[in-house]
């Protein structure tokens, strides 16, 4: 039966059908049709088209709503150009495990083959940065091409998926009715041989540890998890991207974070365990190079991908399955008495209490700064466990990944994979969008705010509620240290002022600076009783950056 719909139309009908909210992007001409059926639709379940001012920030913003959701966010952006600045925004999502849905305009089908205005290889150029790319070229496969794109986005490893359009294609009538709402796959999960295998190697090993990664994270995995060592406490080191599984009920199994410089309290108790069971562990996150290079006795990789195998990750036991299907299984089938043995738990005692005595105090920052330890403590101290803080790449980084505490999955993110600048004002976006009603804090760095501060612009446009963080010093921080310690000095990091202040009050945002250093308490309070977005500027005394690589074993700076 003929639908009597133009290409546009019935790629938005597809949209509808999974329950897309948004579309980001930025419009020209090769993409007007689907903007303007976007926003003249007198369909209320029509996608909120929101316009961004740069398109790797759409890209970063419909990540952000991947991250948190775990359905894709969409992009859509005109040709060319508008497509390429998707790269970087697409590759970020596809290494992290974000799903996102990128449509790119194209030339129409005619001038695909000729030098013309905006042409380019588009689906050519997507196959490195995205899981499919794919080109459409008849209206009749445009659902059915949304709908592909849809399950490879979210299909595991999540990542994105794009979509040529070319500009004839989308105003052509369609004679097809579109696809369907998907169906969602039941879990499967591992078999009960298997499942006695790895409890068969956990009641063997001495010291068990749980390394719970990117795919650990899901509300679904973490609720499995939690029901898991509701029944048997065992210490889990969380990844960057992990950050957040463990609760305040299970405190007491939380060793640290692992990323970056190998010296955390995680390091360690992955280097003295004899069986790591990594749950959705991903090796973009932390290479297995860096916390596995002695070789542990044991390794289950329980994981809804088959793992990436190297020299130093070769795990005895593989499980590729529905993680929180077959955690649930395990903790069932597990023995009512089984635990840690005493000396165990005693060695974890031992070991805890060790990093907390040598653990880093501040020194005094120079005059008229702040030390970071200052400002994580502060910044706890005005979040909850609602609380949404996205974080940016740079020192402040580091800080915060060893530092913040957050008790709730996919509430404190980072991006540790391609470890991308200008993903946190984004991201914060799309908190405040998905999480409306809950503070959103956006933290970075002076050298990657302006990645993406004009995205300031869109979060005013939108009136949303987000404390946007700067740390200040004027440097490419998270290198100048790294340089320092490699070759005793520093090169190209450096670069001049900008008054934040006044940026920020140029869109018509809020702009604090913390001049008095015993003032920032009060300046957060200020900045989270404002409405609208803020902007704090803080000065940043980096001098003990070099203590964060400190006791590091021999094979670590990088």
Do not use: C
Not at 116 to 121: A, E, G, L, R, V
Not at 254 to 281: E, H, P
Not at 335 to 354: N, W
């Amino acid at each position: 039966m003929a639908t009597n719909k133009r290409g546009s139309q019935a790629l938005i009908q597809s949209m509808i059908n999974q329950g897309i909210k948004y579309v980001f992007g930025i419009p020209g001409a090769k993409v007007d049709q689907l903007f303007e059926d976007l926003q003249y639709s007198d369909d209320p379940r029509v996608p909120k088209l929101i316009v961004a001012r740069h398109e790797q920030n759409a890209a970063f913003i419909a990540a952000g709503i991947g991250r948190l959701t775990g359905k894709p966010g969409v992009v859509a952006t005109t040709s060319g150009p508008g497509v390429s600045n998707l790269t970087t925004g697409l590759m970020t999502a596809t290494a992290e495990g974000d799903p996102v849905i990128a449509l790119g305009g194209q030339v129409p089908r005619d001038d695909l083959s000729r030098l013309t205005h905006q042409s380019i290889p588009s689906k050519e150029l997507m196959n490195f940065a995205a899981k499919s790319s794919t080109e459409v070229q008849d209206a009749n496969n445009l659902s059915e091409a949304f709908m592909n794109a849809y399950t490879a986005a979210v299909s595991p490893k999540a990542g994105a998926a794009f979509i040529s359009l070319p500009a004839d294609v989308l105003g052509d009538e369609t004679t097809r009715p579109v696809i369907k709402p998907l169906t969602k796959s039941a879990p499967s999960r591992a078999s009960d041989e298997t499942l006695d295998t790895i409890i068969g190697l956990l009641k063997k090993a001495k010291l068990p540890v749980i390394l719970a990664g990117m795919r650990a994270s899901s509300e679904e995995v973490t609720t499995a998890l939690h029901r898991l060592l509701g029944k048997v406490s065992l210490p889990v080191v969380e990844t960057y991207q992990g950050a957040g599984i463990i609760s305040h009920e299970f405190e007491n199994d939380f060793f640290g974070r692992v990323g970056l410089f190998r010296n955390q309290i995680g390091d360690t108790l992955l280097k003295q365990s004899d069986l790591v069971l990594a749950i959705g562990y991903d090796p973009v996150e932390y290479e297995a190079r860096n916390w596995n290079v002695e070789h542990n006795d044991t390794v289950i990789n329980l994981d809804s991908v088959a793992p990436e195998l190297s020299n130093d990750y070769q795990p005895n036991v593989i499980v590729e399955a529905d993680i929180a299907a077959t955690l649930s299984a395990l903790t069932d089938r597990l023995p009512a008495d089984y635990r840690l043995a005493d000396d165990a738990v005693t060695h974890l005692e031992k070991l805890r209490a060790e990093f907390e005595a040598e653990g880093l105090t501040e020194t005094k920052a120079k005059p008229g700064t702040i030390h970071p330890l200052t400002i994580v403590n502060e910044l706890q101290k005005q979040v909850d466990d609602e609380t949404t803080v996205t974080v940016d790449v740079g020192s402040h980084y580091i800080w915060m990944a060893r530092h913040f505490r957050s008790y709730r999955p996919r509430h404190l993110l980072f991006s540790n994979g391609m470890q991308t600048l200008g993903v946190s004002l984004p991201w914060a976006i799309a908190a405040k969008l998905v999480r409306p009603n809950e503070k959103v804090v956006s933290v970075s760095g002076d050298g990657g705010f302006l990645f993406s501060g004009q995205e300031l612009e869109t979060a005013v446009r939108l009136n949303l509620n987000i404390v946007q963080l700067i740390w200040n010093d004027g440097y490419y921080d998270m290198v100048k240290f790294q340089e320092e310690a490699k070759y005793g000095r520093d090169a190209g990091v450096e670069f001049g002022p900008v008054d934040y202040v006044k940026y920020a009050e140029s869109f018509g945002a809020t702009g604090l600076r913390v001049s008095d250093p015993t003032k920032l308490g009060d300046v957060l309070n200020q900045a989270f009783k404002a409405d609208g977005p803020v902007i704090v500027d803080i000065p940043v005394d980096y001098s003990d950056n070099i203590k964060l690589k400190s006791a590091l074993l021999k094979d670590i700076l990088n």
